[in-house]
């Protein structure tokens, strides 16, 4: 599921929720397109704003909690579409999944190449 960030999210309302930490986030949709901790912002500190290859529009924002959550936060999902919403979170579910296996695939006395 592809998407480009800096995206046109006017207008856009609450559609969902998504549990997940900041380091999480930065992971999967690289660096905020606001924040962390921006206090030029109305009611949110760091927002993402992406754009999906078939043009729908999806945000994701802290929202009235005055900072920037580092540690687990339920994160607002805005957009135009509910399917947005689900699509954030399976993103964020292949990435967790992703590193679970590296974890179980991991070999202590392997030597690690790169």
Known sequence: ?????????????????????????????????????????????????????????ASIYDYKVGYTPMGTYEWHIGGHEDVVVSRIQELITLNRDKLVKMVRDFKPNEKVTG
């Open 1 to 57: 599921m592809k998407f480009t960030k800096g995206a046109n999210v006017n207008m856009t309302g609450l559609r969902g929720y998504v549990e997940a930490n900041l380091g999480e986030l930065c992971e999967v949709f690289g660096k905020p397109d606001h924040g962390p901790n921006d206090h030029n912002l109305d009611k949110t500190t760091c927002e993402w704003h992406l754009k999906f290859e078939d043009g729908l529009v």
